[in-house]
């Protein structure tokens, strides 16, 4: 079996397609709500790397100064400390950094300690330098931290103060250590200030992009609104076209019968002997010209309502046993495939039937005499598939597409509706049906239907 996908697109009988049935929300919105959320990831992502990789950067920038400040005042503490044989007091470590406190507004405390002494200069509440005596050094020096890890230390760490421990050179070979601290919440406000401009910025361009979108959606949702009134109107122009050409072909199809029963009238003036002849010939008219215009009204009025559940095997079973007696008069064999565990299914059970019947009988026309014609119903991807074959000689490539089509016919006694009606009513039921040629010789036309009628 050939698999054939189809989409909600689909033609109608003057065959131009007709737009797709999704609503404006799949065609329009859905994608650019992907696009918003896309973009608000994108942009929540890179705003959260660029503020931290900027903060980063500032904050070594301001740990860099720091230490490009500090160093000459440790150079000049180190020289006295050897002047003073490792005797630095608190007196001349307050002279040495008086100008180191106005240099760095949020120095709090620098402090230099040895193994015998430790001495340190802070800052008041009040704005004073205040001489405080500390205990020696215990440990082992500390390593002087370059700038890059000095800024990952400032937002790291938690305390109030900032630690910055330099190791001085001794001559004496006395390990001595000068310890800085800083505010740290100051050194934190003064970088977000700088940041300030940035995480504008940041949010400044994001809301740009952000209103972008929606101006575009706006645009794109007004357009697709007017694109669907046009659709509207276009269908309905479609739809009278349509009706135009079924009226057309109707009343050519008409006028073979209405001859023929004006003919018989006049036959009676002439020939009254033939009389029964001649109403039988009418009669025989009259009921094509019902045929024909009760075929029309079902292809124009397709039913929507009556679905009920059945069970489909003794739908086939009643098809088949009406179809018997047409197949007999061609000695055609009828092989049956049926499913014995398929469910029910919600269907109009009389148009189900009238369209298999349909089916089977068109698979009748156009197979030889002697010939086969099998019927397979069997549950595939959770649908119900009725498949319908023969081996008469098949079907053009190029009138595949226009067997469905109303009042396309190859038969000289043919009208051309009976397929077409069975598309309306498997399309009715939101089904599918096509057809196709089978190997090595004749036709194969597959009707698919859901278990389930929405």
């Known amino acids: 079996m050939v698999n054939k996908k189809y989409s909600a697109d689909r033609e109608n009988d003057t065959g131009i397609p007709l737009y797709s049935r999704r609503s404006l929300f799949q065609v329009f919105l859905l994608p650019y709500v992907g696009l918003l959320a896309l973009y608000l990831l994108v942009i929540g992502c890179g705003s959260t790397w660029l503020y931290f990789a900027a903060r980063q950067a500032q904050t070594e920038l301001v740990t860099e100064h720091i230490i490009e400040v500090v160093s000459p005042f440790v150079k000049e503490l180190s020289e006295l400390h050897d002047a003073n044989k490792g005797k630095t007091t608190a007196l001349v470590l307050s002279q040495t950094v008086f100008q180191l406190y106005q240099l760095l507004p949020y120095l709090k405390q620098v402090s230099i300690r040895d193994r015998q002494h430790g001495y340190g200069v802070r800052l008041s509440f009040n704005k004073q330098l205040v001489d405080v005596e500390l205990e020696p050094l215990q440990g082992d020096l500390i390593a002087t931290p370059d700038h890059q ?4 230390q400032l937002h ?6 900032f630690h910055i421990a330099i190791a001085l050179t001794s001559k004496q070979g006395n390990p001595v250590q000068m310890d800085i601290a800083f505010d740290r919440a100051g050194l934190v406000g003064q970088i977000s200030k700088t940041m300030q401009a940035i995480i504008h910025s940041i949010i400044g361009f994001s809301v740009i992009g952000f209103l972008s979108i929606l101006i575009a959606l706006a645009i794109t949702l007004y357009t697709g609104l007017k694109t669907y009134k046009m659709d509207v109107r276009l269908q309905k122009i479609y739809q009278q076209a349509a ?3 079924l009226s057309a072909s ?3 199809d008409l006028r ?5 029963i004006r003919a018989n009238i006049k036959n009676l003036l002439i020939t009254p002997e033939e009389t029964e002849q001649v109403v039988d010939e009418m009669d025989h008219d009259i009921l094509r010209l019902e045929q024909k215009l009760s075929d029309f009204l079902s292809l124009t009025k397709p039913r929507t309502s009556g679905f009920k559940k059945v069970d489909i095997k003794l739908l086939v079973q009643d098809v088949v046993k009406k179809s018997k007696p047409l197949l007999q008069e061609k000695n055609i064999t009828l092989s049956i495939q049926l499913d014995s565990d398929l469910p029910e299914i919600t269907v109009i059970p009389e148009d ?3 369209a298999l019947f349909n089916v089977l009988v068109n698979a009748k026309n156009h197979t030889r005499s002697q010939g086969h014609i099998w019927l397979k119903v069997n549950c ?3 649908k119900l598939n009725i498949m319908v074959e023969d081996d008469g000689p098949g079907i053009q490539a190029a009138l595949l597409t226009k067997i469905f089509k109303p009042f396309f016919t190859t038969r000289e ?3 051309g509706l009976g397929l077409a009606i069975v598309k309306n009513t498997v399309e009715a039921h939101n089904g599918n049906i096509f057809a196709e040629n089978r190997s090595p010789n004749g036709a194969r036309i597959t009707i698919i239907l859901p278990f389930v009628h929405d």
């Open 250 to 252: 109707l009343v050519h």
């Open 149 to 152: 890890q000095l800024a990952s």
């Open 413 to 415: 006694d043919g009208h």
């Open 156 to 161: 790291q760490e938690s305390s109030p103060f």
């Open 352 to 354: 189900i039937t009238d």
């Open 243 to 245: 009706m135009g050409k």
């Open 256 to 260: 073979n019968p209405l001859a023929s």
């Open 380 to 382: 595939i991807d959770g």
